[in-house]
C-alpha cells in the first residue's frame, strides 16, 4: 500500500489535492509489484472511518512517500489510520518511508514548517508528535547534503529521553524489534544524551552501513564488517593467569 500524501493534501487554492492512482503506482509497479494500491485522503475524518481503513487492515506492507510531514500528520495522526499502522507492525508487517515518511515514523517531529533555520525543533509544541511507529525516537534526514549534522543537538537538549537518528542521502535503516541495520552508501547520525562523552567531543556519532545498533540499550551490537561488540565470551577459552601464579610455573 503506498500512501502519497505527504506531497501535499491541498493544492495551491486550497482545495483537496486528488492523486490518481496509475500515476502513484506506476513506478512501483515497473519494479515487480502487482497487489499495490494507494490510500490518501486530506479529510481526518475520512481517515478516520471504517471505510477507509478496510484496505490497509487487509495489508501486509506501507510505504509513507512524501516532503510535507505535517499534511501526513493532520490527515492521519490519532485517527483510525493510525491505528491500523500500528495493528499492522503488531501483526508483523512492514512500515517505510522516505522524506517525510521518514520523518513521521518518531515520536517527535523534527523540521515541521516551525522549525527555525539550522535546528530541527519545532516552535509549536502542539505540532511536534509524530506517529510514534518509532517509540522515544525522533528521526531527521539528509544530514550529509544538507549539513545538518548539528540540528538535532537542540532537540535532544530539550528532550534528552529522546533517541536522534540523523538519516544520509541514500542511506537507511532497517528495524527489527528494538535493533536496526543501517544500509545505504553513507552514514546515520546518532543522538543520544544518555551517552557520556567528553566536552571536546561532537554530541553525536556516526554508524555506518552494515552496523546493527539496540535502539533499547542505545548499543552498537555488530559493525558492519561482522565484529561483535561487546566480542561474545568463550567459555571454552582460559582465563589468563598472572605471572607469579603457582598454577603457571
Not at 512501483?28 to 472511518?49: E, I
Not at 500528520?73 to 503488531?90: A, C, Q
Not at 541495520?181 to 553525536?204: C, F, L
Not at 540499550?217 to 589468563?240: M, S, V, Y
Request: proline fraction near 7%; hydrophobic fraction near 35%; include cysteine.
Amino acid at each position: 500500500m503506498i500512501i502519497p500524501t505527504g506531497h501535499g493534501n491541498r493544492t495551491a487554492d486550497g482545495q483537496p489535492k486528488i492523486y490518481q492512482e496509475d500515476e502513484v503506482l506506476g513506478v512501483w509497479r515497473t519494479r515487480g509489484l502487482k497487489n499495490v494500491c494507494m490510500l490518501h485522503t486530506s479529510d481526518r475524518q475520512a481517515a478516520d472511518t471504517e471505510e477507509f481503513v478496510k484496505p490497509l487492515r487487509e495489508a501486509n506492507a506501507v510505504w509513507i512517500d512524501g516532503d510535507k510531514q505535517q499534511d501526513l500528520l493532520d490527515s492521519y495522526s490519532n485517527t483510525l489510520t493510525h491505528r491500523e499502522f500500528l495493528k499492522l507492525l503488531e501483526r508483523g508487517g512492514v512500515i517505510g518511508g522516505n522524506s517525510a515518511g521518514a520523518a513521521c515514523v518518531g515520536s517527535y517531529l523534527a523540521r515541521g514548517p516551525d522549525a527555525g533555520p539550522g535546528s530541527a525543533m519545532l516552535s509549536e509544541q502542539a505540532r511536534e508528535a509524530g506517529f510514534a511507529l518509532l517509540r522515544n525516537c525522533v528521526v531527521d534526514l539528509q544530514v550529509n547534503t544538507c549539513h545538518r549534522w548539528d540540528d538535532l543537538v537542540p532537540v535532544i537538549k530539550s528532550h534528552p529521553d529522546l533517541l536522534g537518528i540523523g538519516l544520509s542521502e541514500t542511506t537507511a535503516i532497517v528495524v527489527t524489534g528494538d535493533r536496526f541495520e543501517v544500509v545505504g552508501k553513507w552514514k546515520v547520525a546518532i543522538h543520544d544524551a544518555t551517552r557520556a562523552s567528553h566536552p571536546w567531543e561532537r554530541p553525536y556519532y556516526v554508524l555506518s552501513p552494515g552496523d546493527v545498533f539496540n535502539m533499547k540499550t542505545r548499543k552498537i551490537e555488530n559493525l558492519g564488517d561482522g565484529t561483535q561488540i561487546p566480542p561474545p565470551l568463550n567459555p571454552a577459552a582460559q582465563t589468563p593467569r598472572p605471572d607469579n601464579d603457582p598454577a603457571t610455573r
